[in-house]
C-alpha cells in the first residue's frame, strides 16, 4: 500500500477549502471555533471579576462564570458534532490553524466535561476548618506572600482566598481545547504555552504545605519550559525541512507528493535529518506531557506537590489534550514516517507500561501512587497509539474519556481523607479506612478497580479497546507487555484496597471530611462513567468510532 | 420472547446481593433469612431448567442472545448444555447449604474496641456483606457457567474475583491458635495471593481472547466452533497453541493444577469454612468446567497436542496432592491438599479424551463438590466448637459428640472414594476412561486413591478416636441447625452412588459433542480388536 494510501484510511480531505484571493482580513469561522472561543471570553471575564468585583463576592462570581462557560462550552461542541462536523462536515478552520474534525471535538468535549467536574473539586470550600470565620478552598489565601511570612498570616487572618484560580482553570482549559485541534506546528506550540503556563501557576498555590507545591511548581516549570524548547527547536527544524508549518503541507512533503513550498529554504528543504531530528524533538515535548517513560521525571513530584483538585484536573485534562495533539501529529503530519516512528514508540510505550508499574509498586504516598500509576496508563493508551488503524483513534479516545472521569474521581477522593496537617496522603494513614468510612473506601476501591482493569468498570472497557486494536495493528507483544504490567499494577491497586479493608484502623487515624455537594457531585460523576462505561459502553463506542477520522 | 430463564438463574442471587447488602445494621438477622430465602429461590429457578433441560434435544438450549457491546463484537449469548445443566444446579444447590453452615461466621466481635463502634455505628455491616458476597459469587459462577460468549464468559470470570477476595480476606474463623492479629495478617496475606495467581492467569488469557478476537473477528463460542469443525476458519498451528495456552493457563490457575496451585491451602485454610466450601466446590469448578468448553471446542487441535503433558501435571497433582495431605497438621489445609489431588483426577478425565473420562470428569465435579462440601462443613463445626484447625488437639471426638463423627466419618469415606458413595462412580470412570487410552498414567493415578485412604483415615483416627482430651469432653454434638445442613448431602452422597443414572443421563451426550469436536473416538476394545 503507498503511503499516501494508508494515510486516508484514517484522514479525509478537508472540503471547500476556498482559495485566498486577497491577503487582507483573515476569515475566522466563529462558528466552528465557539469552544474555544467561548472558555478564552469567559477567563477575560474572569480577570475582570477579580479586578472590580467586591472580594466577598468573587468566589460566587467566578464559580457562576465558569460554570456557564464550560457549560455552554460542551453545548457548543455537541452541536457542531451535530451538525456533522465530526464526520461529513470536518473542516480546517481559522485559515489552515485549527482543525473541526471528529477527534477535535471528541476530546474538546471530554476536556470540557471534566474540568467542569475539575471545577467543582476548585471550588469545594468545606473541607478544611474554617479560618477566622471565613470557609476557605484548597488553594493559599494570598499567592504572591512568601509562607510562614507575616503577610501570610495577615492574608489568612482576612480570610482572602485565591480567587483568581477560576481563570486560571479557563486559560489552561482553553489551550487544551486547542492544542488537540491545532492543524500548524505554531498554533500547536502556542496552545501548548497557554495551557501549561496556567498550569505551573496552579500547581504552587496549595493552602498546606506551601513550600512542597512551589517546589513542585519550580519542577515543573522549569521541566516544562526544556519540553517547550525542544518542541519549539523541532517546529524549526521542520519547518526548515518542509517550508512550511501547515500540518497538511508537511505531510505532503514528507510523502513526497509536493516538492518545493518554499524557494527561500531550497538549501536545507528535504533533508532527511532534519525532518528526523525535527519530529523526535516535537514528539517528546508531547510525551512528556503524556508523562510517558524517559520522560515522566515530573510527574510524580508535581502530583504530590499540587493541590489535589488541581492534580486530579491535571491528570485528567493534559494527558486528555496533549495525546489528542499526539494523534494528531503522528496520524496526519508523519504517517508517511511512521517506519521511523513506530519502533520508537514501540519502545516508549513498553518501557512505559513496565517503568510506571514496576516503580509504582515502592510507593508510599497515595498521590504518588497514582501518579506511577497515571504513568502506566500513559503506557497503555500509546499501545493504541501505535497501532496507526481507524480502530486504534477510537480506541484512544475512548479510553481517554473513560481514564479521565475515573482519576478527577479518585483525586477527589484523596482530598476527602484528613488530618491536622491537611490532606493525609501517606499510605500508612488510610489502614482501615473502610471500617471507619466504609462508603467513601468502597467509592476509592471502585476508582482502583477500574484503574486496574477489572472487568465491569470502564478501565476493563478501555484497556480491552487499545489492546484489541494494538493486536489487530500487528502489536502482538505489545499486548503481552501490557497484560504483564497490568498484573504488576493490579498488585499496588491491590495493595491500597487491602490497606483499607482488612487492617486494623490506627487509633489517631484521618478523618474523612464531609464535603459540599460540590466535590459529592465529582466523584458521583465519577463513578456513574466509571461503572456506564464498564457496563454498557457500546454508545460511546459508537461515538469515538464516528469520531475517529481525521481531517488533513 | 419467552422467559429469560437463564439469566434469571444469575439475575436472582445478584438481585439478593443488592438487597442483603442494603439491609440496615441492627437487622442482620432480616439479612442472613433473605440471602437464605434468594438462594432457595435460585435453587427453584435451576431445578426449573433441569427440567426443561431436554438431555437429547439441541447442543444447547434455553438459549439467549442479545447484542451488547458491538463494538467488540460481544453479543450477550447464553445456553447450557448437559455438562453445565449439571454444574448450574450443584451451584444452586450447594449455596443454601453454604449460607446455612456461616449463619454466625460473619456476626460482629462482641469484643470490638468502643471507639470504632461508636464511630462507625450504622455503618459497617459485616454480616450483611458477608451474605451478599456469597449470593454475588453465585450470581457470577452461574453465568460463567452459561456463558456462550468468550468475552462474556472472561468478564464474569476475571470479576468473580473481586468478591471472592473479600469474603477470604475479610472474614475469618472466630479462632485462631496465635491471636487475631496474626489471623488478620495471615488472611490478607491469602487473599491477596489468591487474587494476584487469579488475575495474573485471568490477564493472561485476556490477551489469549484478543488474540482469538484478531483471528476469528467475534466470540461466540458456537459459530467459531462451528467454524474450526467445517473448515471456514483456520487456525495456524503455533497462533492455536498459544492461544490454547493462554486459556488453559487461567484455568490451570483456577482449577488448581499442580504447580499452579499454592493459593488455595492458603485461602482455604485462613477463610471460614463456608467460604473455603464455596471455593473449592463452586468457583474452582469454573476452571475445569471451562477446560471442557473453551479449551477443547475453540482448541482440539492445540488440546491434543498438550494432552501429554496436561496428564503428567495431573498425575503430579494428584500424587502431590494426596502426599501433601498426608502430612498437614491443620485439618482445612487437608482437605485444601486433598482437593488439589481430586482436581488432579478431574483434569485427568477431561484430557484422558475419553467419553467414560469426560463422563467420569464431569460427574466428579458434581460428587466433589457435595462430598467436599459435607466433609468441609463438618470440619468448620468441630474447629468451631473448639476454636483450633490443628488435628493434634482433637482425639476421642466421637465419644463425646457421635453424631458429629459420624458424619464427619461418611464425608471422608466420600473423599476417598468408598463404594457406595457418590465419588466412586466418578472416579472409577475416571481412571477406566484413562486406562484404555493411556494404561501407565491410569495406574499411577491408582496410587491417588490409596494415598486418600491414609489420609482420611489417620485424620479420622487422629481426631475422633482414641482417648477424649480434655478439651473436647465438653463438646456438644451437632444442633439442628448443622443437622440440617449435612444431613441432606449426605442422602445425596449415598443416592447418586447407588444411583448416578440421572447425572449421567444429562451429561453423556454433551461430552459426546465434545469428543466429536476434538475428533477422537473412544478406542475400540482390545477383543473386537483383535478379531
Redesign the interface.
Known amino acids: 500500500m503507498s503511503a499516501s494510501a494508508v494515510h486516508s484510511l484514517w484522514t479525509t480531505a478537508a472540503t471547500a477549502a476556498e482559495p485566498i484571493s486577497k491577503i487582507d482580513s483573515p476569515k475566522i469561522e466563529y462558528g466552528q471555533l465557539s469552544p474555544t472561543l467561548i472558555v478564552v471570553g469567559a477567563a477575560i471575564i474572569g480577570v475582570l471579576v477579580e479586578a472590580f468585583v467586591p472580594r466577598k463576592h468573587r468566589y460566587y462570581a467566578q464559580l457562576f462564570v465558569s460554570v456557564v462557560a464550560l457549560t455552554a462550552a460542551f453545548a457548543a461542541v455537541v452541536a457542531l458534532a451535530q451538525g456533522g462536523y465530526g464526520t461529513t462536515k470536518a473542516r480546517i478552520a481559522a485559515m489552515g490553524a485549527i482543525a473541526v474534525d471528529g477527534p477535535a471535538l471528541f476530546l474538546q468535549g471530554t476536556i470540557l466535561l471534566a474540568a467542569l467536574v475539575g471545577l467543582f473539586t476548585f471550588a469545594e470550600r468545606r473541607l478544611d476548618p474554617e479560618v477566622h470565620g471565613n470557609r476557605v478552598d484548597s488553594f493559599a489565601a494570598q499567592a504572591a506572600s512568601v509562607p510562614g511570612s507575616d503577610s501570610e498570616q495577615a492574608a489568612v487572618k482576612a480570610g482572602f482566598t485565591t480567587t483568581e484560580v477560576f481563570p486560571l482553570l479557563l486559560f489552561a482549559v482553553a489551550g487544551m481545547l486547542v492544542f488537540p485541534s491545532a492543524n500548524d506546528l505554531l498554533t500547536l506550540f502556542i496552545a501548548l504555552e497557554v495551557f501549561s503556563l496556567p498550569l505551573y501557576l496552579l500547581c504552587a498555590l496549595a493552602r498546606r504545605k506551601r513550600l512542597m507545591s512551589q517546589e513542585a511548581a519550580v519542577k515543573y516549570f522549569l521541566l516544562g519550559a526544556f519540553a517547550s524548547a525542544f518542541t519549539l527547536f523541532g517546529i524549526a527544524l521542520l519547518y526548515g525541512y518542509a517550508g512550511s508549518v501547515s500540518y497538511g503541507t508537511i505531510a505532503q512533503v514528507v510523502d513526497g507528493t509536493v516538492q518545493n513550498v518554499n524557494p527561500a529554504l531550497a538549501d536545507t528543504m528535504g533533508n532527511d535529518a532534519l525532518l528526523l531530528v525535527g519530529a523526535a524533538m516535537i514528539v517528546m515535548g508531547l510525551l512528556f506531557k503524556v508523562g510517558a517513560v524517559p520522560f515522566h521525571m515530573w510527574t510524580p513530584d508535581v502530583y504530590q506537590g499540587a493541590p489535589t483538585p488541581v492534580t486530579g484536573f491535571m491528570a485528567a485534562a493534559t494527558k486528555v489534550a496533549a495525546f489528542g495533539a499526539l494523534l494528531r501529529l503522528l496520524y496526519v503530519v508523519l504517517p508517511g514516517l511512521r517506519w521511523d516512528w513506530r519502533p520508537v514508540m514501540w519502545g516508549v510505550a513498553i518501557v512505559t507500561m513496565l517503568g510506571g508499574a514496576i516503580v509504582a509498586i515502592t510507593q508510599t504516598d497515595i498521590k504518588r501512587l497514582l501518579a506511577y500509576s497515571s504513568i502506566a496508563h500513559a503506557g497503555f493508551i500509546l499501545a493504541g497509539v501505535i497501532a496507526t488503524t481507524p480502530d486504534g483513534v477510537s480506541s484512544v479516545l475512548f479510553y481517554l474519556a473513560a481514564y479521565s472521569f475515573v482519576t478527577i474521581g479518585a483525586f477527589a477522593v484523596v482530598t476527602l481523607v484528613r488530618d491536622a496537617g491537611g490532606e493525609a496522603t501517606h499510605l500508612s494513614k488510610w489502614a482501615g479506612l473502610g471500617r471507619r468510612s466504609p462508603l467513601v473506601a468502597a467509592v476509592f476501591a471502585v476508582f482502583l478497580l477500574a484503574f486496574a482493569g477489572i472487568p465491569l468498570t470502564s478501565g476493563f472497557a478501555g484497556k480491552f479497546a487499545v489492546f484489541k486494536a494494538a493486536a489487530e495493528g500487528g502489536a502482538a507483544p505489545l499486548v503481552v507487555v501490557g497484560v504483564i504490567s497490568s498484573a504488576i499494577a493490579a498488585f499496588f491497586y491491590i495493595r491500597v484496597i487491602v490497606l483499607m479493608f482488612f487492617s486494623e484502623p490506627r487509633p489517631e487515624g484521618p478523618t474523612v471530611a464531609v464535603p459540599s455537594p460540590l466535590t459529592m457531585t465529582a466523584i458521583a460523576v465519577g463513578v456513574a462513567v466509571t461503572l456506564v462505561l464498564g457496563v454498557a459502553p457500546q454508545y460511546f463506542l459508537d461515538l469515538a468510532n464516528q469520531a475517529g477520522v481525521f481531517v488533513r | 420472547m419467552s422467559f429469560p430463564l437463564l439469566t434469571a438463574t444469575a439475575a436472582l442471587p445478584a438481585i439478593g446481593a443488592v438487597l442483603t447488602a442494603a439491609v440496615p445494621a441492627a437487622r442482620r438477622n432480616a439479612a442472613k433469612s433473605l440471602a437464605l430465602v434468594f438462594s432457595l429461590a435460585t435453587l427453584a429457578l435451576a431445578i426449573v431448567v433441569l427440567v426443561r433441560f431436554d438431555p437429547d434435544g439441541g447442543r444447547y438450549q434455553l438459549t439467549e442472545s442479545h ?6 463484537g460481544v453479543r450477550y449469548e447464553l445456553g447450557v448444555d448437559g455438562i453445565g445443566v449439571a454444574l448450574v444446579v450443584l451451584t444452586a444447590l450447594l449455596i443454601p447449604f453454604i449460607i446455612l453452615a456461616g449463619w454466625h461466621d460473619a456476626d460482629p466481635l462482641e469484643t470490638g474496641d468502643a ?2 463502634s461508636s ?2 455505628a450504622g ?3 459485616p454480616t450483611q456483606g458477608f451474605f451478599a458476597l456469597i449470593l454475588a459469587v453465585e450470581a457470577m459462577v452461574i453465568i460463567s457457567f452459561e456463558a456462550t460468549d468468550v468475552f462474556v464468559f ?3 470470570f ?2 468473580m ?2 468478591p471472592m ?2 469474603l477470604i ?2 472474614f475469618g474463623d472466630r479462632a485462631h491458635e496465635h491471636g487475631e ?1 496474626a489471623a ?1 495478617t495471615q ?2 496475606y491469602a ?2 495471593k489468591f ?2 495467581y487469579n ?2 492467569g485471568g ?2 488469557m ?2 489469549a481472547v ?2 482469538l ?2 483471528v476469528a473477528g467475534n466470540f461466540s463460542l458456537t459459530e467459531i466452533a462451528e467454524a474450526r469443525a467445517n473448515g471456514t476458519l483456520d487456525m495456524a498451528t503455533n497462533t492455536e497453541r498459544w492461544l490454547f495456552l493462554g486459556f488453559f493457563f487461567a484455568f490451570a490457575v483456577k482449577a488448581p493444577l499442580w504447580p499452579l496451585h499454592t493459593w488455595l491451602p492458603n485461602a482455604m485454610g485462613e477463610s471460614t469454612t463456608p467460604v473455603a466450601v464455596l471455593i473449592t466446590a463452586v468457583v474452582d469448578k469454573v476452571g475445569t468446567f471451562a477446560m471442557l468448553r473453551f479449551c477443547l471446542q475453540l482448541f482440539p487441535e492445540a488440546s491434543k497436542w498438550a494432552t501429554p503433558a496436561i496428564l503428567v501435571l495431573a498425575v503430579i497433582s494428584i500424587i502431590y496432592g494426596a502426599l501433601l495431605a498426608v502430612g498437614q497438621r491443620d485439618i482445612k489445609r487437608l482437605v485444601a491438599y486433598a482437593s488439589i489431588s481430586h482436581f488432579g483426577f478431574i483434569i485427568l478425565g477431561i484430557f484422558a479424551m475419553t467419553s467414560q473420562g469426560q463422563s467420569g470428569a464431569t460427574l466428579y465435579m458434581v460428587n466433589h463438590g457435595i462430598s467436599t462440601a459435607a466433609l468441609m462443613l463438618v470440619a468448620g463445626f468441630l474447629i468451631s466448637r473448639r476454636g483450633s484447625r490443628l488435628i493434634a488437639d482433637y482425639g476421642g471426638v466421637q465419644k463425646v459428640a457421635p453424631v458429629l463423627a459420624g458424619t464427619f466419618l461418611i464425608g471422608g469415606l466420600a473423599t476417598l472414594s468408598l463404594p457406595g458413595l457418590a465419588p466412586f462412580v466418578s472416579e472409577f470412570l475416571v481412571l477406566v476412561g484413562t486406562f484404555e487410552r493411556y494404561p501407565a498414567i491410569g495406574i499411577v493415578a491408582t496410587f491417588g486413591i490409596v494415598l486418600a485412604a491414609l489420609y482420611t483415615l489417620v485424620l479420622y483416627q487422629r481426631t475422633m478416636t482414641g482417648p477424649v482430651k480434655p478439651e473436647v469432653s465438653a463438646m456438644p454434638d451437632l444442633r439442628a441447625r448443622e443437622l440440617l445442613v449435612v444431613a441432606p448431602l449426605i442422602v445425596l452422597l449415598i443416592f447418586l452412588g447407588v444411583y448416578p443414572k440421572p447425572v449421567t443421563d444429562i451429561v453423556d451426550p454433551a461430552v459426546k459433542q465434545t469428543l466429536s469436536d476434538v475428533h477422537k473416538k473412544d478406542p475400540q476394545p482390545e477383543v473386537e480388536a483383535a478379531k
Not at chain 2, 447484542?67 to 467488540?72: G, V
Open positions: 447484542s451488547w457491546i458491538a463494538d467488540f471507639s470504632l464511630y462507625a455503618r459497617w455491616r472472561y468478564i464474569f476475571e470479576a474475583l473481586i477476595y473479600f480476606g475479610g492479629e488478620s488472611r490478607s487473599a491477596v487474587l494476584l488475575l495474573v490477564l493472561i485476556l490477551a484478543i488474540g478476537y484478531v
